[in-house]
T-cell receptor
Framework: DAGVTQSPTHLIKTRGQQVTLRCSPK?????VSWYQQALGQGPQFIFQ???????QRGNFPDRFSGHQFPNYSSELNVNALLLGDSALYLC?????????????FGPGTRLTVT | GQSLEQPSEVTAVEGAIVQINCTYQ??????LSWYQQHDGGAPTFLSY????GLEETGRFSSFLSRSDSYGYLLLQELQMKDSASYFC???????FGKGTRLSVIA
């Protein structure tokens, strides 16, 4: 049973550039959430996708956008990168109608902005 | 506002018992979750309390008091592999505390 996968593992970008991160949910899951985790901090909720629509959004600027595909996989896009966007980006999947408190996280993408 | 407070670091001896406390403040509360994250790894779900009281899962137990807006994670028979960061969180969506870094020493 495949768990949550994310790509790439690591990424280095320059300020002002744009980045796209990818996530495949755990088999059988239909909901994908994205989190940003700064060093030494807890994950912060960015947004959640279900049925190819953004359902909930955290306190993140419009530079952060996403997409969900018919196969439930998802992308996170960040435009006009800032140094402060350097973090671990985590994708988590769950099943709509399932336990809202239990999410399955991927290993994350480590983004460094220079 | 919404917030969760937990100690930043805890150190305990192998084989001992450790308690990680969490206090929260939120207008809407369904229950308290606990996640474990090893260095370089993904957060993994440990337990969830929707109602007051103690939930036990093997060596780990979690407690919730809604009236006190307080919960804790209890780890028994500590092992070196328990060295990790532990996060309390409420939902939905999941809002995490800053985490408690647990170091288990011999």
């Amino acid at each position: 049973d495949a768990g949550v996968t994310q790509s790439p593992t690591h990424l280095i970008k320059t300020r002002g550039q744009q980045v796209t991160l990818r996530c495949s949910p755990k088999s059988g899951h239909d909901t994908v959430s994205w989190y940003q985790q700064a060093l030494g901090q807890g994950p912060q909720f960015i947004f959640q996708y279900y049925e190819e629509e953004e359902r909930q959004r955290g306190n993140f600027p419009d530079r952060f956008s996403g997409h969900q595909f018919p196969n439930y996989s998802s992308e996170l896009n960040v435009n006009a990168l800032l140094l402060g966007d350097s973090a671990l980006y985590l994708c988590a999947s769950s099943l709509a109608g399932g336990p809202h408190y239990e999410q399955y996280f991927g290993p994350g993408t480590r983004l460094t902005v220079t | 506002g919404q917030s969760l407070e937990q100690p930043s670091e805890v150190t305990a001896v192998e084989g001992a018992i450790v308690q990680i406390n969490c206090t929260y403040q939120t207008s809407g509360f369904y229950g308290l979750s606990w996640y474990q994250q090893h260095d370089g790894g993904a957060p993994t779900f440990l337990s969830y309390n929707a109602l007051d009281g103690l939930e036990e899962t093997g060596r780990f137990s979690s407690f919730l008091s809604r009236s006190d807006s307080y919960g804790y994670l209890l780890l028994q028979e500590l092992q070196m592999k328990d060295s990790a960061s532990y996060f309390c969180a409420y939902s939905t969506p999941l809002v995490f505390g800053k985490g408690t870094r647990l170091s288990v020493i011999a």
